[in-house]
């Protein structure tokens, strides 16, 4: 079934303009639960390199662990005040194993057997050495969580919940409280998401984006 167009050109960037980086959220108001079921699978469908997935999303809904958080988060309200707030984690080093883990479901999803998949298993793991020899397979990993979080974002706000990508923040302590030493897992970024506060100045600010000439050229 091919893509059909869900909404029009003016009402994708009238929602994108109006979405921002939201610094006060209401603690209040909460998001309904099929928006955020839909918000969840919005990071499962991301694209990633090969397909991949190097990733997992730790929803943290324990009040006592945001709290614990905040202050390695630059102290930002939104840690505790977002209805849901949302760790990504990088896989440190995608290995052979992983893969294989990944290649078992391509042949259940797909109903192919693992071996037809053999040449595609060489590449991934013929880039993926590369990557581990120049020491970047966590990068790697992370970048493709940067996708994720544009997906999620955009996918919020036209669902008109309100979202903050947070990098400002410790990865160290974060890998700490949530307890990820022993695991294959480490924290690259957060999102909050939820309903803006009316007092929250940000919401008024003009977006400040160079002109498409700029940024834009065609050869
Ligand atoms: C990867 C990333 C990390 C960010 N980290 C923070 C952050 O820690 N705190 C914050 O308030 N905003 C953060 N932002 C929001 C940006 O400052 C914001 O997107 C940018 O200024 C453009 O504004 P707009 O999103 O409101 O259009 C981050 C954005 C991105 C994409």
Redesign the pocket.
Known sequence: MALTPVLSESALLGTLKT???T?LFDPQRKIPEPTWTALEETLVLSQSAFGAQPWKFLVVDSPKIRARLRPHT?D?PAVTDASKFVVFLARKATSSVDIAHYLARIAEVRGVTTQSLKGFNEVILETLSERALNGKLTDWAARQL?IA?GQFTTAAALLGVDT??????EPKKYDEILQLGDTSFTTV?TVAAGYRLETDK?ASLA?VRFPLAEVVQHV
């Open positions: 979405r921002y980086a610094k630059w930002q940067y979080l903050c990508p947070i990098e400002g923040l970024l940000y977006k």
